[in-house]
């Protein structure tokens, strides 16, 4: 099959050269084991993003999933920047100073959090009790918003004054009372309210949320961050700022913290929830159809954090009634069908926004039509002829959450199904409390809030190619090398199969403990299922190997399609470097090359190269109940195949030569 030109290819090719192996498209397909990401010129910068000291370094995080920080605020004068903040210590317009917990004592920790607009990193100076000035040990963070944060491991008890700067100018000033002895607080409570909500959501409420999850999921870019649910993130006090916030011991070891276990629909959620539980905000949820037969799903009632549903008798301990409401009243209640609503729809839980960098920061959902949703972690700027990265999260039925960067692999984006809906990059529709019911802002307010103003439904006139184009020029306005582009993409292919080789490792240990056929689902739900199907089939994955190879086979002619968003060299066309880098793309596939394990044990060894060429094989070798030869599409009579001793029946042969379409086109089919 020639190789295609893939829509948005820039976004790909870079982007895929750090992308984990994929999940499946929806909150319920299958796992694919996850692959490390590969080594590329992105990942250089990782040598310079060696996180500043930490107030309170966290032994339990490992060395390559802790947070990090590649930015440095510029060292100033302490005294001066407490001198401009003067006697009124207020924070400038768009700046939002933050300290943590809700009642500071001088028995645990401080946290302090500081967002502002987009611009240079921030950092934080202090003036403690007694008089003594010092600049904090700080971790800053891109955004959007651009945030700082601190921790000051036992603070002194008094008055302290914290001011954020950025540059030589003060920017913003709180003054923290901190107590000598902690405060009692009462964990238990007759209510039927999981929370009351004193605070109304704000620009600086938003602001804050956004710093909050990018903190909360930051880790060096080449790191594989995957963890087995939400609550051992939110449970790390180094990641979570808001860590015992309200001083109830909710984020303590189990079971007396607080369970989170979300799915990829319900983490959005669970984040926004939590953090509004925290800030005693509003929060409202809908009850949703799937859509379906022609029509995107529509949202019927909207529920907030008032209600218990079926507890007629909610607990008293305000931890585990949180956790009833979490894991009993919102996710039984939520879907993936809830973040592809029409665009156009005031009655939805979320709003589609413009595709700019600024609108695209942390807590913004993202979702597919297929029935997947991530949510935005964190966006890092291009910098030194490096392309920009735009990292998700997404939780899978098991409650693991995981660390993916965007590329179409993991951002599926179609069009020319109705019961698609709209999907894309959307907000939360922001909330409020009246009279006892929970409002949500419309689409026109929203347009025309100052607090907000990011809506916008260019994403629904977008086709699949001009989304991708988009996308790429937002993550990556500048030209990119395209040699560098290249090889990124290749290291991205052959990372990607080494993770195929993983999954395939996995299915053979699986029939050599236990050796059961695995049955094959019907049609379109083999790439969302439950049990060991789920488990070691790899539909998913081969979908996106396939994508892979002809992003690969197509990157040479991305300079003549899009000459402007490359660095051509002096004196040469872009027919010039695409005839070069056809030359330099054949040898490295020839060069390169992977090792899978045949069913006598033995390693075969295969290029790229090859593995390329048999893109049609691969088409049809996703069933685990072949063996690995077959699935690697080793050639019928082969001396590769001799050692098979194990095919898929005749039944899901026949089952996969039908469905062979779908992964001809890489196209996925409508969820059932």
């Known amino acids: 099959m020639p190789p295609r030109i893939l829509p948005g290819f820039l976004v790909i090719a870079v982007s895929i050269a750090v992308a984990f192996a994929i999940a499946s498209a929806s909150c319920g397909g299958a796992r694919e084991e996850e692959a490390s990401p590969p080594p590329t010129a992105s990942s250089a910068r990782d040598a310079e993003a060696v996180p500043p000291a930490s107030a309170v370094p966290s032994p339990e995080a490992s060395a390559a999933a802790s947070p990090s920080a590649p930015l440095q605020a510029a060292r100033v004068d302490a005294s001066a920047m407490l001198a401009q903040a003067g006697a009124s210590c207020a924070d400038q317009p768009g700046v939002t100073s933050f300290a943590s917990p809700e009642r500071p004592d001088a028995t645990r920790p401080l946290r ?151 799915d990829c629909a319900d983490l959005p959620y669970f984040l926004r929830a939590y953090f509004a539980w925290k800030r005693g905000l509003p929060f409202g949820f ?32 305000r931890v585990r009634r949180m956790e009833a409401f979490l894991r009993r009243r919102l996710k039984d209640t939520v879907h993936s069908g809830t973040g592809r609503t029409e665009g156009t729809s005031d009655a939805s839980d979320y709003y589609p926004i413009d595709l700019r960098s600024e609108a695209l920061r942390p807590g913004t959902i993202y979702a597919d039509p297929y029935g997947h949703i991530l949510v935005v972690a964190k966006r890092v700027p291009p910098d030194d002829g490096n392309a920009g990265i735009l990292f998700a999260v997404d939780g899978q039925p098991d409650g693991t959450v995981a660390r993916k960067r965007f590329w179409r692999g993991n951002f599926l984006f179609a069009k020319g199904d109705p019961a698609f809906g709209s999907p894309g990059f959307k907000r939360f529709r922001p909330v409020s409390m009246r009279g006892g019911q929970i409002r949500a802002m419309k689409n026109d307010a929203i347009a025309s809030s100052a607090d907000w103003g990011d809506f916008s439904l260019v994403q629904d006139e977008l086709d699949v190619t001009g989304f991708f184009d988009r996308m790429d020029t937002v993550i990556s306005p500048q030209p990119l090398d395209p040699e560098r582009a290249l090889l990124a993409a290749v290291d991205a292919l052959e990372e990607q199969l080494k993770g195929r080789v993983r999954s395939i490792d996995n299915a053979e240990k699986h029939f050599a403990t236990r050796g059961a056929l695995i049955d094959m689902p019907k049609g379109a739900s083999i790439f969302e299922t439950t049990g060991d199907w789920e488990d070691f089939s790899t539909p998913a994955r081969d979908m996106r190997v396939l994508i892979a190879l002809d992003v690969v086979k197509a990157f040479p002619h991305e300079v003549v399609r899009l000459p402007q968003r490359f660095i051509l060299p002096p004196g040469r066309s872009a027919a010039d470097v695409e005839k070069s880098l056809v030359q330099k ?51 019928p009579g082969s001396p590769e195949v001799s050692t098979c001793r194990r095919r898929a029946n005749a039944a899901h042969r026949q089952q996969m030569e039908r469905s062979r379409s779908w992964f001809r086109d890489r196209q996925r089919p409508p969820r059932p």
């Open 112 to 262: 302090l959090l500081a967002t502002a607009p987009s611009g240079a990193p921030m950092g934080i100076v202090a003036r403690a009790p007694d008089g003594t000035i010092s600049t904090l040990p700080s971790t800053p963070r891109h955004g959007p918003p651009s945030s700082v944060s601190a921790t000051i491991a036992i603070p002194a008890a008094g008055t302290w004054r914290f001011v954020a700067y950025r540059g030589d100018a003060a920017v913003g000033c709180q003054d923290v009372e901190v107590k000598e002895e902690r405060v009692p607080v009462d964990r238990f409570e007759r209510s039927t309210m999981t929370w009351r909500t004193p605070r109304k959501w704000s620009r600086s409420e938003e602001d804050l949320f956004s710093a909050w999850v990018e903190g909360l999921f930051d880790a060096p870019l080449s790191a594989v961050m995957s963890f087995g649910s939400l609550h051992e993130i939110t449970s790390d006090p180094a990641r979570n700022p808001l860590h015992d916030h309200l001083g109830l011991g909710e984020d303590g070891p189990l079971p007396k913290g607080l369970r989170l276990d979300p």
């Open 286 to 317: 809908s009850r949703c159809t799937r859509g379906g037969q022609g029509r995107a799903p529509t949202c019927l009632e909207r529920n907030d954090q008032t209600t218990m549903g079926d507890l007629t008798d909610p607990p008293r301990d």
């Open 585 to 635: 793309l054949g040898a490295q596939l020839e060069a390169r090359s992977i090792r899978y394990a045949r069913m006598d044990g033995s390693q075969q060894p295969l290029t790229l190269a090859t593995v390329a060429g048999r893109a049609e094989q691969l088409e049809v070798a996703y069933d685990p109940n072949d063996c690995p030869e077959a699935r690697w599409g080793a050639a």
